[in-house]
């Protein structure tokens, strides 16, 4: 499609509104609850979206080709409540994208949620949305597709599920199939910005207590020996002779092997670790999830902390390979990039949601974060769309026919 007109219904700050124009549509409608969102998009795109889309009467909403639509994730969310559609009113918002559907029928309606929405309610949520589509009168495939930007090189791993749909009397959608082993190589290097570059560089700069904390977790992870780097959530509070007292019985089966797991980690490098915690109870920050480590970089010849990806986490101090950066949240959880001896910078946050550097992001930091954590990737939508319409490059490298 040379020229179109689309929809942004849950636009956030424009994830689908940035792929959209950047393939000659016309946005002539958005919506979102959030009035954060609506100053940042309208300071992007001069265009003031409506807000509630429960309070919008179709018939206000202009003629348009394609729908797009990044409905809210709380619902289907691990991290959310788990709660669906029996959330009264998160559950019923995709039912406000049929209705609008239904009133306008638009060629093209194009959907992201969470990866999780499959398998949500035993996969009945699918199921549902799925014949609500079809009985809208549009055409999609019978699953929707899992993609994750480190797929296209951009390094994040977010794997979110995309739903093309197309109106029947349109056409049809072939299967969509890729091929991850041809997946470019993501490179971290690609979304970080020079330290010279970037203002305000202190504000992002790890203070010499969390500097402290992760060299001691790196002077364990490099001292301990054991065949394979602990995959298990690592608990400093049990490096210990176990005693009766511990009552391990009364545990869950969950928590039990984990004790136990430390406990032979602790036996096996008893005389390194008895020495290392003498050290490490020195440091003011080693107390609560920061004396836990959840090594989660694989097995790496020479292994280091400052080579990986970090992230302070409730459950401890996570480490992510130092290829991609694990997804993107809505909470503030910036991820530390280990080289950088830094967090993560807003402008880092909008590349790996391939929104350009041009883009105006809230002026508030943590609404910034946010509004990135919610948004969708726009290289992701952009292939998906362009598939959608049928460009036939991206029909014959994706298409399984
Ligand atoms: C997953 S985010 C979508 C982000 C968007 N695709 C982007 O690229 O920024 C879901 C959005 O739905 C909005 N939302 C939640 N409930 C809503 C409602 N009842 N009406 C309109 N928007 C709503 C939230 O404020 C949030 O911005």
């Known amino acids: 499609m040379e020229k ?5 219904l849950f636009c956030g700050i424009g994830g689908f509104h940035q792929a959209m124009t950047s393939l000659g549509g016309e946005c002539v409608f958005a919506c979102d609850i959030d009035e954060d969102c609506r100053k940042t998009y309208f300071a992007n795109y001069g265009i003031e979206p409506y807000g509630d889309i429960r309070k919008i009467d179709a018939r206000i909403i ?19 409540k788990r709660l669906g559609f029996e959330d009264p009113t998160k559950g019923t918002l995709f039912f406000d994208i049929i209705r609008i559907l239904e009133h306008h029928k638009p060629q093209y309606a194009l959907l992201e ?11 009945n949520t699918w199921k549902v949305m799925y014949d609500r589509l079809k009985s809208a009168g549009y055409n999609l495939l019978p699953e929707p597709v899992i993609f994750s930007p480190h ?11 995309y739903i093309m749909c197309v109106r029947k009397d349109v056409g049809d959608i072939p299967p969509f199939y890729f091929d991850e082993s041809k997946a470019p190589r993501c490179r971290i290097e690609s979304i970080l910005q020079d330290d ?19 060299d001691l977790w790196d002077e364990f992870i490099k001292g301990i020996r054991c065949d394979k780097l602990p995959g298990f959530p690592v608990w400093s509070e049990w490096f210990r002779p176990l005693v009766p007292e511990d009552n391990l019985e009364a545990m869950p089966d969950w928590k039990r092997r984990f004790v136990l797991k430390n406990n032979a980690l602790y036996l096996d490098n008893r005389e390194f670790i008895d020495s290392w915690l003498q050290k490490a109870r020195k440091c003011p920050l080693f107390f609560g999830a920061k004396a836990k480590l959840e090594w989660q970089a694989g097995q790496p010849e020479n292994p280091s902390l400052w080579e990986q990806i970090l992230q302070f986490r409730p459950s401890g101090l996570r480490v992510k390979p130092g290829t991609y950066f694990p997804a993107l949240v809505a909470i503030t959880q910036t991820s530390i990039v280990g080289c950088r001896k830094r967090e993560l910078t807003l402008r880092e946050c909008a590349r790996l949601q391939s929104f350009p550097d041009s883009f105006i992001p809230d002026t508030k930091n943590a609404q910034a974060y946010k509004q990135f954590g919610n948004a969708v990737n726009v290289q992701t939508v952009k292939l998906f769309a362009a598939y959608l319409f049928g460009d036939p490059q991206v029909r014959a490298r994706y298409s399984a026919e």
């Open 4 to 8: 179109f007109r689309f929809i942004d």
């Open 196 to 214: 010279d570059d970037i203002p305000n560089l202190r504000q992002y700069q790890l203070g010499w207590e969390k500097i402290q904390l992760i």
């Open 62 to 80: 202009p003629a348009h080709d394609v729908l797009c639509a990044g409905f809210p994730c709380q619902a289907f969310s691990k991290a959310g």
């Open 151 to 161: 797929y296209l090189g951009i390094p994040q791993h977010r794997e979110r599920v």
């Open 113 to 123: 949620n969470v990866r999780n929405l499959l398998s949500h309610d035993g996969g």
